[in-house]
Every structure is written in C-alpha cells, then in structure tokens.
C-alpha cells in the first residue's frame, strides 16, 4: 500500500502560483510513477502531469506545457506540483496518483490515490 497526501491548494489571483505536494507513505516510493490529476465542478476528473519513478521523464497535458512543472524528491518520499502563470479554468480539485515504474494519462491506470487539494483561482 501507498498512502498519498496533498497539501498547498488555495486561493489565488490569475496570474499568481502556487506549489502543490504530494507526501507519500508505506511501500517504496522510488518504485512508483505519479501523475497529478484535477477535476473541475462538473467535470471529468482529468490527467494533468506525471512522473516517472526516478524523476528522469515527465509528461504534461497541453493545457499546462510551459506553467506546470512536476519533480519528485525520493528521499523526502514527496513529488511537487510548481503551477506559474494560473488561470480560471485551472480551479479544481487536484489529486496525486501512484502506479508502478512509468507515468500513465489514464486515472484508471493508478491505484493509490491522495483525498485532494482545492486550486481556487480568481480573476
């Protein structure tokens, strides 16, 4: 088991940013991708950056390539979300995610998951 807890979210003005966590617990989190997810009221719960198990490959969705930046400190256990230039359509809920080894868009792929961190922006 992994256990996975998200930190950082708030308020902020567009244009602002903030910097999530992801703190994880229990079996060897080098061993593990992470993706962060986020899901709007209404909406879909959606991929938004991942993370493969060392650091060495990361993948973005093209709403965020250039404002959202994913790393992970193994041996702190923690994997951060650095969100720069933050827009409206960017508040949600966000959400960490663990798989094994490498980095997947699909929330189906992901089998630990962290309760979520609210991203409020306003304009």
């Known amino acids: 088991q992994v256990q996975l807890v998200e930190s950082g979210g708030g308020l902020v003005q567009a244009g602002g940013s903030l910097r999530l966590s992801c703190a994880a617990s229990?079996?060897?989190?080098?061993?593990?991708?992470v993706g962060w997810f986020r899901q709007a009221p209404g909406k879909e719960r959606e991929f938004v950056v991942g993370?493969?198990?060392?650091?060495?490959?990361?993948y973005g969705a093209d709403s965020v390539k250039g404002r959202f930046t994913i790393s992970r400190d193994n041996a702190k256990n923690t994997v951060y979300l650095q969100m720069n230039s933050l827009k409206p359509e960017d508040t949600a809920v966000y959400y960490c995610?663990?798989?094994?080894?490498?980095?997947?868009?699909?929330?189906?792929?992901?089998?630990?998951w962290g309760q979520g961190t609210q991203v409020t922006v306003s304009s």
């Open positions: 229990g079996r060897t989190f080098s061993n593990y991708a």
């Open positions: 993370i493969n198990w060392s650091g060495g490959s990361t």
């Open positions: 995610a663990a798989r094994a080894v490498s980095t997947d868009t699909s929330e189906h792929e992901y089998a630990y």
